[in-house]
């Protein structure tokens, strides 16, 4: 997670893609991603102990909200879902 997040950032090995218009997006979401499920992955190493699972929930409807769902490859979406059960 932090590999992902740290290459998003100016002066970066991927700042220079940043600019590309193509790439930007999917940098965004790949940022995006990791500094979502950063946490889970740290709290996961500590077996969820002191996890807030309902500040983890909140963080995924922010990203909701920068990247909606009908954008997403469906099989992410279902992924999502799945976890929300």
């Known amino acids: 997670m932090i590999d992902v997040r740290s290459q998003c950032y100016p002066g970066s090995h991927l700042s220079s893609l940043w600019n590309a ?3 930007r997006k999917r940098v965004c979401f790949a940022q995006a ?3 979502w499920l950063h ?3 740290f709290y996961s190493a500590l077996d969820f102990e002191g996890f807030q699972e309902d ?3 909140m963080e995924y409807a922010e990203f909701r909200q920068e990247f909606p769902a009908n954008r997403w490859p469906l099989m992410t979406q279902r992924t999502i879902e799945e976890l929300q059960k």
């Open 21 to 23: 218009f193509s790439n």
């Open 33 to 35: 991603v990791a500094n």
């Open 39 to 41: 946490n889970l992955a």
């Open 55 to 57: 500040w983890f929930w």
